[in-house]
């Protein structure tokens, strides 16, 4: 796989030249770990099926689109990702039926819950870098968690506003039966969400981020 | 006031908040260390891929599919990328903002994205002076 060494900009003016095959190859070549990582954080219980058919089925569509003479894209890889996005969802929605959520679905829970707290108050004050290695972090304490804290945690990405609006693990519960085939109550979802929770905290501590979590007991 | 939830519940709730907010947010594709890193499996997949896979999808790509490619892609201009103030707050919570702040908010953010637009058409040299 070739090194992340051709800028955007160059990308943008090679799709404005007339072999927009090589520019395809090209933008493969350098960018498809970017691809495929991006794919794998929009749903993470994607396996390697799941992701490779998005990603050929997105180049698919690309592809039909630089291949018109008269379309020029502004910003391939901008329209890329967009098709990438969308196919993503509807493989996750045929896969599991799952409720694909962007954190813009969210965000009257998300504030409310943010909103007059400790966790609120530090992540506001965090300065640029140090939330980025944040987002890093937590990143890789979600994929070391076991797998049905795992799983909990997945749930809980997909039916987070229903847990708020219904103040109940119900929902929870369902989805983790759904995606795993477990029998789980709502008292076990509740638990299997607590103890990721706690996991978490212990390896975002262990990250350098006490500070956020000094007033959960 | 009494707090009903208590204090540990309502910072519990605020960490959940966090890892929803921070796991679901958009990513920039073009930032690796913004992006997770891939399973084993899902990394052999990746590099078992043929070398000649573009020119095999040019060879076949059919046509018809998409029809106006020109829409998709103003479609890819018009995502909405949430920022950390909208959910965390900064005086700018937009849960307690009114539909007019929340109008400003957006046409601020559709005039920024035209200017990126603008400014990249310019520095290739395209921009009327």
């Given at each position: 796989m070739a090194k992340d060494t051709i800028t955007e900009e160059q990308l943008d003016e090679l799709f404005e030249g007339s072999d927009r095959e090589f520019a395809v190859q090209l933008l493969d070549a350098y960018r498809r770990e970017n691809m495929w990582r991006y794919i794998y954080s929009l749903y993470r219980s994607f396996d390697d099926e799941d992701i490779h058919e998005v990603y050929v089925k997105a180049l698919e569509e690309f592809i039909e689109c630089v291949k018109k003479p008269d379309f020029a894209p502004k910003a391939p890889l901008k329209l890329l990702q967009h098709i990438i996005k969308k196919r993503a969802i509807d493989r996750a929605r045929k896969k599991c039926g799952a409720r694909v959520k962007a954190a813009g679905d969210l965000i009257e829970p998300l504030a409310a819950d943010l909103k007059d707290t400790k966790v609120g108050l530090e992540w506001k004050l965090m300065f640029k870098e140090e939330s980025r290695a944040f987002r890093k972090a937590l990143d890789k304490a979600v994929d070391e968690l076991a797998p049905k804290q795992h799983v909990a945690a997945r749930a809980m990405l997909e039916v987070y506003d229903q847990v708020r609006e219904d103040d109940s693990p119900k929902a929870l519960a369902t989805r983790i039966r759904e995606l795993s085939g477990d029998d789980c109550t709502s008292s076990q979802a509740a638990d299997r969400w607590e103890a990721a929770r706690e996991n978490l905290k212990s390896k975002m501590t262990k990250a350098g981020f006490k500070h956020l979590f000094e007033d959960i007991q | 006031m009494s707090d009903p939830l208590g204090r540990d519940e309502r910072e519990k709730r605020a960490f959940d908040a966090l890892i929803v907010s921070n796991l679901l947010r958009d990513r920039d594709h073009e930032d690796l260390d913004d992006l997770p890193e891939l399973p084993d499996a899902i990394k052999a997949k990746m590099n078992s891929l043929p070398d000649d896979l573009v020119s095999k999808l040019w060879a076949k790509s059919p046509e018809?599919?998409?029809?106006?490619c020109q829409a998709l892609e103003e479609a890819s201009f018009e995502e909405t990328f949430i920022d950390d103030e909208q959910y965390a707050?900064?005086?700018?919570?937009r849960a307690d903002m009114d539909e007019e702040t929340k109008r400003k908010l957006d046409e601020a953010r559709r005039i920024a994205r035209e200017t990126m637009i603008k400014k990249k058409k310019w520095n290739k040299g395209d921009a009327k002076s």
């Amino acid at each position: 796989m070739a090194k992340d060494t051709i800028t955007e900009e160059q990308l943008d003016e090679l799709f404005e030249g007339s072999d927009r095959e090589f520019a395809v190859q090209l933008l493969d070549a350098y960018r498809r770990e970017n691809m495929w990582r991006y794919i794998y954080s929009l749903y993470r219980s994607f396996d390697d099926e799941d992701i490779h058919e998005v990603y050929v089925k997105a180049l698919e569509e690309f592809i039909e689109c630089v291949k018109k003479p008269d379309f020029a894209p502004k910003a391939p890889l901008k329209l890329l990702q967009h098709i990438i996005k969308k196919r993503a969802i509807d493989r996750a929605r045929k896969k599991c039926g799952a409720r694909v959520k962007a954190a813009g679905d969210l965000i009257e829970p998300l504030a409310a819950d943010l909103k007059d707290t400790k966790v609120g108050l530090e992540w506001k004050l965090m300065f640029k870098e140090e939330s980025r290695a944040f987002r890093k972090a937590l990143d890789k304490a979600v994929d070391e968690l076991a797998p049905k804290q795992h799983v909990a945690a997945r749930a809980m990405l997909e039916v987070y506003d229903q847990v708020r609006e219904d103040d109940s693990p119900k929902a929870l519960a369902t989805r983790i039966r759904e995606l795993s085939g477990d029998d789980c109550t709502s008292s076990q979802a509740a638990d299997r969400w607590e103890a990721a929770r706690e996991n978490l905290k212990s390896k975002m501590t262990k990250a350098g981020f006490k500070h956020l979590f000094e007033d959960i007991q | 006031m009494s707090d009903p939830l208590g204090r540990d519940e309502r910072e519990k709730r605020a960490f959940d908040a966090l890892i929803v907010s921070n796991l679901l947010r958009d990513r920039d594709h073009e930032d690796l260390d913004d992006l997770p890193e891939l399973p084993d499996a899902i990394k052999a997949k990746m590099n078992s891929l043929p070398d000649d896979l573009v020119s095999k999808l040019w060879a076949k790509s059919p046509e018809g599919r998409i029809e106006d490619c020109q829409a998709l892609e103003e479609a890819s201009f018009e995502e909405t990328f949430i920022d950390d103030e909208q959910y965390a707050g900064s005086g700018a919570n937009r849960a307690d903002m009114d539909e007019e702040t929340k109008r400003k908010l957006d046409e601020a953010r559709r005039i920024a994205r035209e200017t990126m637009i603008k400014k990249k058409k310019w520095n290739k040299g395209d921009a009327k002076s």
